[in-house]
């Protein structure tokens, strides 16, 4: 079984930099703002102050660079479509993104996708899934806060979001609950 050892935050990234060329692979995690990113990289890595948590979204303005096993690095994207901050600010972070992602010539080993499971994909989630398709890239769909479905709802949101989603797989995840935390953790490395 997979195992995360030991994880340890290494630089924020803006751009081109020699670490992510240093051959290592690379795990990204992109998410819409205030989804839990942080929150699911903390539970994943035991770690309770690993990725900063905030309840203002956009709080993470560059590419976190986190080493995973002395092996791996998982990259902290800035999260999509938060509302508060300025336009100027909104648009450095997806070309930011974007470049990362499509442009920048580095491979990510796999792309985890976080999403609400409790209130599903929204438009955004859908394109920034569409488009990471385009590229083809390997992906894996986190639906997180699944411990806020109430136990009725549960299985048809997740039915829902298989459904969306058709071709990826989906891994029902509570950071609070601890659900899904051996499944992605197996899943990334």
């Known amino acids: ?5 030991s994880a340890e935050f290494v630089k924020g990234v803006v751009g081109t930099d020699v670490i992510l060329a240093d051959g290592t692979p690379q795990v990204a995690f992109i998410g ?3 989804v839990g990113k942080s929150s699911v990289i903390n539970s994943l890595t035991k ?8 309840s203002f979204p956009g709080r993470t303005q560059e590419l976190n660079v986190f ?3 002395r092996s791996l690095y ?3 994207l800035p999260g999509y479509g938060f509302a508060k901050g300025s336009h100027e600010l909104r648009e450095r972070l997806l070309k930011l993104i974007d470049w990362y992602l ?3 010539g580095y491979v990510q080993k796999k792309i985890v996708l976080i999403i609400d499971a409790y209130v599903g994909p929204i438009e955004t989630d859908l394109e920034v899934f569409q488009r990471l398709l385009e590229y083809g890239k390997d992906i894996v769909v986190v639906a997180n806060k699944v411990d806020k479905l109430r136990q009725s709802e549960y299985q048809k949101q997740l ?6 989603f058709q071709g990826c797989r989906v891994i029902p995840y509570s950071s609070y609950t601890k659900i899904g935390i051996k499944e992605l953790t197996n899943e990334i490395l």
Do not use: Y
Not at 1 to 5: C, D, G, H, T, Y
């Open 1 to 5: 079984m997979a195992k995360i050892a």
């Open 32 to 34: 819409r703002s205030n």
């Open 47 to 54: 770690k309770k102050d690993l990725a900063r948590t905030s």
């Open 67 to 69: 080493l995973i096993n």
């Open 74 to 76: 998982l990259v902290d």
């Open 102 to 104: 499509l442009r920048s």
């Open 159 to 164: 039915q829902s979001i298989q459904n969306i």
